[in-house]
């Protein structure tokens, strides 16, 4: 069965850290590209960043600079390093794979960040 299951949201204020985790399994997933993505309330979904097969990261320019995207393949985990939090980052937080052609995503975690 295939699952993307994330942690690590809450709460922060302006200017505070969060890392989340996005953990796996069902699927090969040295062999699978991670994205996170993002959405606020009333807004379209923001992608946020990308990971490759080999580790290399691609990041919004909104997040450039204070997001860092890694992945541990031992652990099939994937993470989202969040520093320097803003009051526009507040969103529900999902990560992403196209998994045997599906685009399937988890269940999210929550940040908020208040001023």
């Known amino acids: 069965q295939v699952q993307l299951v994330e942690s690590g949201g809450g709460l922060v204020q302006s200017g505070g850290s969060l890392k989340l985790s996005c953990t796996t399994s069902?699927?090969?997933?040295?062999?699978?590209?991670i994205s996170w993505i993002r959405q606020a309330p009333g807004k379209e979904i923001d992608w946020v960043a990308g990971?490759?097969?080999?580790?290399?990261?691609t990041l919004a320019n909104s997040v450039k600079g204070r997001f860092t995207i890694s992945r541990d393949n031992a652990k099939s985990t994937a993470y989202l390093q969040m520093n320097s939090l803003q009051p526009a980052d507040t969103a529900v937080y999902y990560c992403?794979?196209?998994?045997?052609?599906?685009?399937?995503r988890g269940q999210g975690t929550q940040v908020t960040v208040i001023p």
């Open positions: 992403r794979a196209t998994i045997r052609g599906q685009l399937t």
């Open positions: 069902g699927f090969d997933f040295t062999k699978t590209v």
């Open positions: 990971i490759d097969f080999g580790g290399t990261p």
